[in-house]
């Protein structure tokens, strides 16, 4: 089994967070002669929901390795606890970080 793994800015999407049909070509090329093609990123897997869907790839590791999926299973999680979440938020609060979005 082959497998490989792509980051998503400035890999599968050029510097203008565009998909170029040459990537998308590459990608198919891939799947096609039977190497698992999968992603590999920080983000949470719903920001990237629609590439995967274009690419046709159900394989990733996001959250930076904290949540894992083989052809569409789950196989690794490790979320943070409930007192962890609450402990960054009184430090961000504390620090006076604020959302970007």
Do not use: C, W
């Amino acid at each position: 089994m082959k497998i490989v793994f792509f980051d998503i800015d400035g890999t599968l999407l050029d510097h203008e967070k565009k998909l170029p049909a040459s990537t998308k070509e590459a990608i198919k090329q891939l799947q096609e002669s039977g190497v698992f093609v999968a992603i590999a990123t920080g983000r949470a897997p719903f920001m990237f929901e629609s590439l995967r869907e274009e690419l046709g790839i159900d394989t990733f590791v996001s959250f930076n390795g904290q949540y894992v999926v083989f052809e569409g299973k789950v196989v690794y999680k490790n979320p943070l606890s409930i007192p962890e979440i609450k402990r960054l938020h009184e430090h961000a609060e504390k620090m006076k970080y604020r959302s970007f979005s």
